[in-house]
């Protein structure tokens, strides 16, 4: 049932084109920054409950799937001759990225709770938006 939740990603992807043809690639990444820091926030707060787990599902895919697409938009501008092999960089990138912080979650989770992993996310989600308002 989870995994159907997670197609609030499928909207976002949907949405972000809209935002990078409107806003442009870095002002969309800042709001589905911004977006997942909520899900995270509100996760903390509702963790027990299971719409809050369901909202907060929703907007972290929401603006994950956001980000991404807006990303690629990024670096498929780098080369056009060569969007695969930017596209293949990218991946390898996001796919490396979300297995250490994948195994980095789970550490914190067993060392600072769900508060904890909530907490240090967000704090990496705003050095990004940080980093992303400087380029």
Known sequence: MFGIVALAGVAGAKLAGKWVNQLGTAQSVSYAILIII??????VFTQNMLWGLVAS????????FSAQVANQVRVFSIDAQAQSRVNSIYMLGYYIGGAVESS????LYSQF???????????????????????
């Open 104 to 107: 980095a979650g789970v550490k």
């Open 38 to 43: 909520s899900g995270f926030v509100l996760s």
């Open 113 to 135: 709770g769900w508060n904890g992993v909530s907490t240090i996310a967000c704090g990496v989600l705003l050095i990004s938006l940080t980093i992303n308002r400087t380029n």
């Open 57 to 64: 599902i929703v907007l972290i895919d929401f603006g994950v």
